[in-house]
């Protein structure tokens, strides 16, 4: 088998399985964390921010760190999980792992209710099925930050051959108490309630769908909103390591089946989760998909306006201003962060913020771990549908009367054969266009990208994708037509027509 030069992404280290995903990188990874762990960094036996953790929180240093473990259900992801197991076991390290697949947010939960020195969760999320991958999850209970997944690249680029080979088999490791096979579904549960009014779910007599695309959520969605009282119809909650023939996200064009289901039984919503359960679908009662921009604000007005709830709100750059304007109804401060729930969660995790979330799926609250957390998302617009008593697309109407239109979109756009990208990103960088579909550019934000903000508030967002003839472009207006315009403008500047 051979070795890579393995990077980590906004949510890990992703790979082809049998090629680069393969249990020698798989190996050499594990051992590169359980290093990291060890060292004197921001927590490890002797890190200042993990002693500090557990001291806030009345707890003394364990004399051996424990990692948890978790998996999808992807193509021999159990048996990956396993052989991480090993490899930490043969690094003194204890393991909780999950007795079956579990969904990220579970894992993320884990750790923090645990106090383990951090998390592995086996997944390559929403990834079409050859795909599979390694996310970490640190002490704190959310994605892992740059500066520590720049820290894991070089330490696994200078292991050598003979160090990424340590393993105790698995056996022998359960036998002597080394990996614990446990089951994660009742703290999580237990945890997941807590945030809910489930009195209201419960007297509201919903009617939901719960499409848990062959993936993680299939003994977690149902099973907490049937807890809550509702009643539920079941979509794709069987194993099936090929999703379909399709990648297991829930982008309106794989909800099909859930909307048909939605309308033809006249449900209140369609909820879904992706492979792993860190990202959300919502299907209105006539069968409208709502996209994430909107549905982040909706549980915005639903924790304020229904819960009594207040604190900061997070948000990537390229996620509509549509919550902001929300926020600012409330007189709610929001901050703007890199694209990446990790940023997200460096935020969530201090404890100011009420809520943080992204236009791809993302969302978490206060008191919950700064992780992307599907399942609650879902159960959160359960919870609003509860109060409310009418459907999300009449919230939405109600919404925009009081704070303003916002219609938005994102396409991929592959950049045309010819075009220098490097070079039109360089033009942009220093000549950038200062009049888009027809007005001023009012400024320019570079933190990710390039995002032009107009006077109007409407905004195009132009993001390149790491190794990759593939540009992101997003746009933002109070119109269809206006947004557009604002994506045609995206689409000849790509082409380096400006």
């Given at each position: ?240 390591v090929l999703f379909g023939g399709r990648a297991p996200d829930t982008d309106e064009g794989n909800l099909k089946t859930l909307r048909e289901t939605v309308v033809k039984n006249r449900l209140h919503l369609g909820l879904a989760c992706d492979c792993d359960a860190d990202s959300y679908g919502i299907i209105d009662s006539d069968g409208t998909w709502i996209p994430p921009n909107l549905v982040l604000g ?185 947004m557009d315009a604002l994506i045609d403008s995206g689409k000849k500047i790509i082409n380096g027509k400006f």
């Open positions: 088998m051979a070795t890579a030069n393995i990077k980590f992404g906004a949510s890990g280290w992703r790979a082809i399985i049998a090629e680069d995903f393969n249990l020698v990188n798989l190996r050499r990874v594990t051992h590169a964390v359980a290093e990291h762990i060890r060292e004197n960094r921001e927590y490890g036996y002797k890190g200042e921010e993990y002693l500090l953790h557990l001291k806030n929180n009345g707890r003394t240093p364990p004399k051996i760190q424990h990692v948890v473990v978790g998996y999808d259900t992807r193509y021999l992801s159990e048996e990956f999980a396993k052989n991480a197991a090993e490899a930490f076991a043969a690094e003194g390290l204890t393991v909780l792992l999950s007795n079956m697949d579990v969904p990220t947010p579970v894992v993320a939960w884990t750790v923090m209710k645990n106090f383990s020195a951090g998390g592995v969760m086996i997944t390559a999320s929403h990834d079409p099925a050859h795909y599979n991958g390694f996310k970490w999850t640190p002490y704190w209970g959310g994605p892992a930050l740059p500066e520590v997944t720049n820290d894991l690249e070089v330490r696994i680029q200078g292991l050598t051959i003979a160090e990424s080979e340590k393993i105790v088999p698995f056996d022998q490791a359960v036998s002597a108490g080394v990996i614990k096979v446990m089951d994660f579904h009742e703290s999580y549960f237990k945890q997941i309630y807590s945030l809910l009014d489930a009195d209201a779910i419960k007297k509201a007599g919903l009617k939901i769908a719960a499409d848990s695309v062959h993936g993680s959520a299939r003994t977690y969605l149902r099973a907490a909103l049937e807890k809550l009282g509702a009643k539920v119809i079941p979509l794709r909650e069987n194993r099936d909706l549980a915005l007005e639903h924790l304020v306006k229904n819960r009594g709830l207040k604190g900061k709100v997070a948000r990537s750059l390229m996620t509509s201003h549509f919550t902001d304007s929300i926020a600012r109804h409330y007189g709610l401060a929001v901050r703007e962060t890199p694209v990446g729930f990790r940023h997200i969660g460096n935020l969530l995790r201090t404890g100011q913020y009420l809520i943080g979330g992204e236009e791809s799926g993302g969302l978490s609250i206060m008191g919950h771990a700064p992780e992307k957390d599907g399942i609650l998302a879902c159960l959160l617009i359960a919870e609003m549908a509860a109060y409310e008593r009418k459907p999300l697309k009449k919230i939405l109407s109600d919404l925009n009367k009081k704070v303003g239109n916002f219609v938005n979109s994102k396409i991929n756009m592959r950049v045309d054969k010819g075009v220098n990208l490097a070079a039109v990103i360089e033009k942009l960088t220093h000549r950038p266009p200062l009049n888009l579909a027809g007005a001023s550019v009012w400024r320019i934000d570079h933190t990710d990208g390039f995002k032009f903000i107009m006077k109007d508030g409407s905004w195009l967002g132009l993001r390149p994708m790491d190794n990759n003839p593939l540009v992101g472009i997003y746009a933002e207006a109070a119109t269809k037509p206006r």
